[in-house]
């Protein structure tokens, strides 16, 4: 079982990477066990995620019940966050960058968990208070940041050029969407 020092660890060593510390690595756990562990991200973001979203439904068009929405959402989350992972394995296979792939799936899966925990006052701040266009705003502005993030970890953890690291940032965007849209139906039924 992960523990709270090694939670905190890795939270901090993804603060790290995002300013762009050379010692950021030494902060996670780089270790079979580590790699395990990194997995406790997708559950440990589950609060912070069904909470931010619970906020956000009252202001979606859609017929399906809340409790349902919530844990269609969280599905959708954890489908495609493990499918993004399959196929950066899938990669890894014919890449040559086998030997850095676990480094990369924990630094993932603990950044994953850090942007969500960052997202989540900024997303109630933004859809609760500020107006419509403002925070579109900052959704956009934060979705863009996400994205030079993992462009970040992918050069990082994987030792790869910048170019290889945009493609792989946008393999994750086109998984998200493909995701989405194929849970959207489930989601968003529509309203008489």
Known sequence: MVSFREITSSLY????LARR??????HFNI????????FAAMIL???FFIFENAIDYKSLETETALIPFMLLLCVTLWVSWGAYLAVMAFFERF??????????VIVYNW????LILVWFPLSIISNG????????GINLVF??????YLWYILRITLNVTGGMAVGFAFIEFLVVILIQASFSSWLFTATS
């Open 21 to 26: 510390n050379p010692d950021a690595l030494n």
């Open 95 to 104: 890449m040559g960058f086998s030997d850095q792939y676990s480094v990369f």
């Open 143 to 148: 979705i863009i940041a996400t994205y030079v």
């Open 129 to 136: 208070i500020l107006p419509v266009e403002l925070a579109s």
């Open 31 to 38: 270790s079979t066990e580590g790699f395990y562990h990194s």
């Open 45 to 47: 973001a589950v609060p």
């Open 111 to 114: 950044a994953q968990l850090a």
């Open 13 to 16: 060593g993804a603060y790290m």
